[in-house]
């Protein structure tokens, strides 16, 4: 059974930084690209990061490209997600999901999701 269990998320004043993790179990973790998503209250869901398997490739939404970094760790399973320079608009919950495929910015494209974390950044 794939598991995608999220961690890391809370309060935070704007300018602040968090760091996501997401633990990933049941799945052969080196074949899957890993991403990012975020859906904040009365919107919908959106692409945040995104990393291809060998972790060469990555992928960023516009509104977070120079403060968020993804990464993942190949051993431990794990897919991380370095917020930095933190806004009110980045408040939402953050999803890790995985990819079977090429890696992508579409969520459809992913097949396993986590239950998600609550990032909130004050202003």
């Known amino acids: 059974q794939v598991q995608l269990v999220e961690s890391g998320g809370g309060l935070v004043q704007a300018g602040g930084s968090l760091r996501l993790s997401c633990a990933a179990s049941g799945l052969t973790f080196s074949t899957y690209a890993m991403g990012w998503f975020r859906q904040a209250p009365g919107k919908e869901r959106e692409f945040v990061a995104a990393?291809?398997?060998?972790?060469?490739?990555?992928y960023y939404a516009d509104s977070v490209k120079g403060r968020f970094t993804i990464a993942r760790g190949g051993i431990k399973n794990m897919v991380f997600l370095q917020m930095n320079s933190l806004k009110p608009e980045d408040t939402a919950v953050y999803y890790c999901a995985a990819d079977r495929g090429v890696v992508s910015t579409v969520d459809q494209n992913y097949v396993h999701w986590g239950q998600g974390t609550q990032v909130t950044v004050s202003s």
């Open positions: 990393i291809s398997w060998s972790g060469d490739s990555t």
